[in-house]
């Protein structure tokens, strides 16, 4: 029974160390979340032009990225990717957004998460799945020009900006 005791306690001040839960709550912790891009040279079957990269913005609003800028842009929280524009465009099917473990063109594109976080949150990976699921549906379809993958990142960069501290998942993802 000691022994128990013992393996107990190291595990759980393991898991306090590497931040799984925290001591008052139990809880998941906030995790940081990225902003990231993928080449979109490689990603399209012409090449095109790529400008500056995009500036920081205000710590005092959610965080949010210059639309306009021709690359694939993607938000990358707790070992996924979220993002727009992706899957096949033949046979009827529109590019949609998804969740992955991986960047669309991992295994042929250059991919680049930049280094600092654009924030912490508490939400869920499954709020942020649901979210995804029901983006099209509630902000339209995707678009290279008017509704491009920069505004989809943007949305869900608000998304986990809005929950950074209480982990609510929007209405609109849950409905």
């Not at 995804?132 to 943007?154: D, E, K, M, P, Q």
Request: with cysteine.
């Amino acid at each position: 029974m000691e022994n128990f005791r013992k393996v107990t306690f190291l595990l759980a001040s393991i898991c306090l160390l590497i931040g799984f839960l925290t001591p008052e709550t139990g809880a998941i912790p906030s995790a940081p979340y990225y902003f990231g891009v993928t080449d979109a040279n490689c990603l399209t079957p012409t090449r095109v032009a790529r400008r500056a990269p995009s500036s920081r913005p205000p710590l005092s609003s959610a965080p949010r990225r210059p639309v306009g800028d021709l690359v694939q842009r993607w938000i990358y929280y707790r070992g996924h990717y979220a993002e727009c524009g992706i899957g096949p465009v033949r046979d009827g099917q529109q590019p949609r957004a998804v969740v992955n473990p991986y960047p669309a063109g991992y295994n042929r594109c250059r991919q680049q998460r930049e280094q600092l976080p654009a924030g912490f949150s508490t939400v869920s990976v499954d709020c942020l799945r649901r979210c995804v699921a029901r983006y099209h549906r509630t902000h339209g379809s995707f678009n290279v020009i008017l509704h491009s993958s920069t505004r989809c990142a943007n949305e869900f960069a608000k998304i986990l900006f809005s929950g950074a501290n209480d982990g609510s998942c929007p209405q609109w993802c849950t409905a």
